[in-house]
């Protein structure tokens, strides 16, 4: 089966605590990419971060990073001293090279709410 | 902005009635990728259009279908509109499918589509 799974379903915390957002995904194929989105209140879906399955090592950017361990099968997008502008929802797919389309698999979502 | 537009930005429609929705792709992109995103819900592939030709298809039924016009811009229509067809539809486009491989995907705005 591919699957994502973020069992996060809301996230609140105060402006510059750091918070974690979990993803577990599942999929047979050894080949495949894994990717971060973030969708804000318009609706528009905007790319985070996009990294392939032979690549483990970490990524940061800026105030945001990423945890990539497939020995769990997890994917974990951290934000770093959070601002009210992160305020979203945060989508974790998984997009399986084996199938032509390459189709993103998405979880359910983490909604984040940041107070100030 | 991803320069991926869609058009209405909002729908209303009754039971058994019939929709098309349209997506205008990011210049120099030749694949259009549908997206289902019901509320509190992630994005489901409905199915994806490269060079004017189907290539992939979630699971949805055959009321659900699509065009790719020599332009790249694409359509979904929806026949015989269900209630639980009311959902955000969102189509990305990217560079490449099939044997090129695909590019990065570039999320429209969505069409909210309301059925009631």
């Known amino acids: 089966a591919q699957k994502v799974t973020q069992a996060q379903t809301e996230i609140s915390v105060v402006e510059k605590e750091d918070v974690t957002l979990d993803c577990v995904y599942e999929t047979r194929d050894t080949t495949y990419y894994l990717f971060w989105y973030k969708q804000p209140p318009s609706g528009e879906l905007v790319f985070l971060i996009r990294r392939n399955s032979f690549d483990e090592q970490n990524e940061i950017s800026g105030r945001y990073s990423w945890n990539f361990q497939k020995s769990t099968s997890s994917f974990n997008f951290t934000i770093t001293a959070s601002q009210v502008v992160d305020s979203a929802v945060y989508f974790c797919a998984l997009s399986p090279r084996m199938d032509s389309s390459y189709k993103l698999i998405f979880g359910s979502g983490t909604r984040l709410l940041v107070r100030p | 902005e991803t320069g991926v537009t869609q058009s209405p930005t909002h729908l209303i429609k009754t039971r058994g009635q019939q929709v098309t929705l349209r ?61 639980d067809d009311s959902a955000l539809y969102l189509c990305a486009s990217s560079l490449g499918g099939g044997r090129e491989g695909l590019g990065e995907q570039f999320f429209g705005p969505g069409t909210r589509l309301t059925v009631l």
């Open chain 2, 23 to 83: 997506c205008s792709s990011q210049s120099g992109h030749n694949t259009v990728s549908w997206y289902q995103q019901a509320l509190g819900q992630g994005p489901q592939f409905i199915f994806q259009y490269y060079r004017e030709e189907e290539n992939g298809r979630g699971n949805f039924p055959p009321r659900f279908s699509g065009l790719q016009f020599p332009n790249y811009s694409s359509e979904l229509n929806v026949n015989a509109l269900e209630l």
